[in-house]
C-alpha cells in the first residue's frame, strides 16, 4: 500500500507544532500501525531528518504506552486494540491518515507523538493501592473468600492498562474511565474496604486537580478504550464517592 | 460534604439531581396539559390549583425555579471548564465513531431549551404573576367573573401559528437534549448499567413522547380555537 501520513511534528514541550504530510510506499496490509511508523522512521532516518517521536515499549497490547490519535479515533479505527494491535489492513491503499498525540492539558506534548502521563500516576500514588504488611506474617489471599461474580467484575476492571484513550477520545478530557476503573478494582474486594474512603476521594481530588475535565456520559471513553473498561465503573466511582460522605 | 459539591462528582450528582426534578416536573406539566384536549373543565381545575394551592406555589415552584437555574448556569458552567481541559484541539476528530450527536452536543440543545423557557416565561408567566400578584386576582376567573380564564388563555396562545412553530422546534431540541439526559442522568446518579438497558429503552421512550405530547397539544389547539 502506498499512503500519506499526516502527522503532529513538534520539537518539544515549548514549541508550537504542526501537522506535516509524508509518503510511504509499499507497506505491507499485514505489518501493525507501529511497524509502519518504523518504515517512515527509517526513511526520515536515511534521509537526514529528525525521526518522528512516539511511545511504545509491549507492542503486544499490555503496556498502554503506544498512544497515537489516528484518524480522529484514539488507537485508529479498530476496537479493543492498542496502536501497536491495529493493522494496516484497516487502511486501504492511497489512504491519508491523521496521526496526532493524544490531547488534554492534563497530558502535555512533550514531543510529536509523545504525551506526558504522570497524572495517570499521580492519580494512583493518590490511592490506587492497598496497604499489605509484608514483614513475613502476610495472610495468604485466598484465606479470603471471594465471590466468583467480584472477582470478575474486578478482574475486569484491573485490566486497564493507564493508556489514557479514555481521555484522548473524551470531548471533556475527562478521565473518570480511568479512575472508575482503578477505584472499582478495590472496591469490589474485601482487601480494598479497609481504605475505601480515603482511597476514593484522595483519587477523585487528585483527578481534580490534575485538569482532567468532567463527565457527560457521552461513553466515547467505553467505546474507544483497548481493554472494554464499562461505564459501569463510572457509576461505580459515584457510589463510593457518595457513600465515602456518609 | 461541602468538598463533596465542589469535586467533579459531586457536581454530576447535583446536575443530576436538578435533572431529575425537571424531568418530574415536566412529566406533572404536561399531565395537566394533556387534559385540555380531553376536558376544558378538567384543564381548568387542575390548573386552578395548581395555581392557587400553597405547597405549590410557594415550595415547588421557589424549588423548580432554583432548579432551571441551577442547571443552566452548571450546565455552562462544566460546558466552559471542560472544553478548557482540552488547550489544542484535534486536526481530526471523529466523535461520531464513539458517541451520538445528542450527548456531543447538550449545550445546543440545552441553549434551545433555554431560549423557548424565556419566550415561554413572557408569554404564560409573566400574565400569570401579573394577574395573580400585581392585580391580586386570585379567582382565576374571566372577565365575566362565571367561568375560569385558563383554558380560554391557553387555547388563546396558541392562535398564532408562529409560536406554534416555535413550540415545535423548541420541543424537537428537548426530546434531543432528553435522549441523552434521561439516561445520563441515571449513570450519573450511580445506577447500574444491569438495569441500564430497560432504562434507556424507557429514556428513550420519555424522550420523544413528552415532547410529542407537548407538540401535539399545541397543534390541536392550533386547529380547534
Ligand atoms: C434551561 C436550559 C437548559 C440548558 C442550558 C441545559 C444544559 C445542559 C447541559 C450542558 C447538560 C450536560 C451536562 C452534564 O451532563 O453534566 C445537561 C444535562 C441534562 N439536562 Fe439540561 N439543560 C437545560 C434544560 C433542561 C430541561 C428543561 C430538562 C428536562 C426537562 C433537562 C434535562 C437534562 C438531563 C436529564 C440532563 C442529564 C443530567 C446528567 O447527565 O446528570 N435540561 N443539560
Ligand atoms: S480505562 Fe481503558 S482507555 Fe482508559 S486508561 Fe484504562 S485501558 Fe486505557
Ligand atoms: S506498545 Fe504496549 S500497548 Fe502498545
Request: proline fraction near 3%; hydrophobic fraction near 45%; charge should be neutral.
Amino acid at each position: 500500500m502506498n499512503l500519506t501520513l499526516k502527522i503532529w511534528r513538534q520539537k518539544d514541550a515549548q514549541s508550537k507544532g504542526k501537522m506535516v504530510d509524508y509518503k510511504v510506499t509499499e507497506i505491507s496490509e499485514h505489518m501493525s500501525f507501529l511497524e509502519m511508523m518504523d518504515v517512515l522512521n527509517e526513511q526520515l532516518i536515511n534521509s537526514g531528518e529528525e525521526p518522528v517521536a512516539f511511545d511504545h515499549d509491549c507492542r503486544e497490547g499490555i503496556c498502554g504506552m503506544c498512544s497515537m490519535y489516528i484518524n480522529g479515533e484514539a488507537h485508529g479505527p479498530d476496537r479493543g486494540v492498542t496502536t501497536c494491535q491495529l493493522h494496516m489492513r484497516m487502511f486501504k491503499d492511497g489512504d491519508t491518515i491523521t496521526i496526532e498525540p493524544f490531547r488534554a492539558k492534563a497530558f502535555p506534548v512533550l514531543k510529536d507523538l509523545v504525551v506526558d502521563r504522570g497524572a495517570f500516576d499521580r492519580i494512583q500514588h493518590a490511592g490506587g493501592y492497598i496497604s499489605v504488611n509484608t514483614s513475613g506474617n502476610t495472610q495468604d489471599a485466598n484465606s479470603l473468600p471471594i465471590s466468583k461474580h467480584a472477582a470478575d467484575e474486578a478482574m475486569d476492571a484491573a485490566t486497564c492498562i493507564g493508556c489514557g484513550a479514555c481521555v484522548a477520545s473524551c470531548k471533556n478530557s475527562s478521565a473518570m474511565l480511568f479512575v472508575g476503573a482503578k477505584v472499582s478494582q478495590y472496591a469490589l474486594l474485601p482487601q480494598g474496604q479497609v481504605e475505601a474512603t480515603d482511597r476514593v476521594r484522595n483519587m477523585v481530588a487528585q483527578m481534580d486537580l490534575e485538569g482532567f475535565g468532567n463527565c457527560t456520559n457521552t461513553g466515547a471513553c467505553e467505546v474507544e478504550c483497548p481493554k472494554g473498561i464499562s461505564l459501569e465503573n463510572i457509576a461505580r466511582m459515584n457510589r463510593e464517592l457518595l457513600k465515602s460522605n456518609f | 460534604m461541602s468538598g463533596f459539591f465542589k469535586s467533579s462528582i459531586g457536581r454530576k450528582y447535583a446536575m443530576a439531581l436538578s435533572a431529575f426534578f425537571l424531568m418530574f416536573f415536566l412529566l406533572q406539566h404536561f399531565a395537566i396539559n394533556i387534559l385540555s384536549v380531553f376536558s376544558p373543565d378538567a384543564f381548568n381545575e387542575a390548573s386552578h390549583f395548581m395555581g392557587t394551592f400553597w405547597a405549590v406555589q410557594y415550595l415547588l415552584q421557589p424549588i423548580l425555579i432554583f432548579g432551571v437555574i441551577y442547571h443552566f448556569v452548571m450546565g455552562f458552567y462544566l460546558e466552559i471548564k471542560n472544553k478548557n481541559a482540552r488547550v489544542v484541539k484535534y486536526a481530526k476528530n471523529n466523535g461520531a465513531a464513539n458517541s451520538s450527536w445528542m450527548s456531543r452536543n447538550m449545550i445546543y440543545s440545552g441553549l434551545a431549551i433555554l431560549a423557548f423557557l424565556v419566550l415561554h416565561f413572557i408569554d404564560f408567566w409573566l400574565p400569570e404573576l401579573n394577574t395573580k400578584y400585581i392585580q391580586g386576582n386570585m379567582s382565576g376567573l374571566l372577565a365575566d367573573g362565571e367561568s375560569f380564564r385558563y383554558y380560554e388563555e391557553l387555547v388563546h396562545k396558541f392562535v398564532n401559528p408562529i409560536r406554534v412553530i416555535a413550540y415545535v422546534i423548541a420541543f424537537v431540541f428537548l426530546s434531543l437534549h432528553l435522549m441523552h439526559g434521561f439516561s445520563s442522568a441515571f449513570q450519573s446518579a450511580g445506577v447500574t448499567s444491569m438495569r441500564k438497558e430497560k432504562l434507556q429503552i424507557f429514556g428513550k421512550a420519555y424522550a420523544i413522547i413528552i415532547p410529542l405530547g407537548f407538540i401535539f397539544i399545541a397543534i390541536y389547539h392550533h386547529f380547534n380555537h
